[in-house]
């Protein structure tokens, strides 16, 4: 079992930077590709970026490439998310998955085993 925590959201005005942390119970941490998502209201839940349990790999949604950056620390349980350059369609609470298949925390529909509650993040015009 995985329980993950999310921290960092905020309001903050477009153009400026965020920092999302999501933090990880469990001793299996580096076994987990993760990944975050997020959910605007009103629209699916979409996906953000992933990193393999190495953090050798990475992918970003083309809404994000250039503008964040995944990362990790196998050895605080923690995955990182630096959010720059916000926009106000950049709204939306963001959601930290886990799972130990990496093409589940590319692909909400394909079920990623963990979830944690949320964070929300609001831009400002």
């Known amino acids: 079992q995985v329980q993950l925590v999310e921290s960092g959201g905020g309001l903050v005005q477009a153009g400026g930077s965020l920092r999302l942390s999501c933090a990880a119970s469990?001793?299996?941490?580096?076994?987990?590709?993760m990944g975050w998502f997020r959910q605007a209201p009103g629209t699916e839940r979409e996906f953000v970026a992933a990193?393999?349990?190495?953090?050798?790999?990475?992918s970003y949604a083309d809404s994000v490439k250039g503008r964040f950056t995944i990362s990790r620390d196998n050895a605080k349980n923690t995955v990182s998310l630096q959010m720059n350059s916000l926009k106000p369609e950049d709204t939306a609470v963001y959601y930290c998955?886990?799972?130990?298949?990496?093409?589940?925390?590319?692909?909400?529909?394909?079920?990623?085993?963990?979830w944690g509650k949320g964070t929300l993040v609001t831009v400002s015009s």
């Open positions: 469990g001793r299996t941490f580096s076994s987990y590709a």
């Open positions: 998955a886990a799972d130990r298949v990496y093409s589940n925390v590319i692909n909400y529909r394909h079920g990623a085993d963990y």
């Open positions: 990193i393999s349990g190495t953090g050798y790999v990475t």
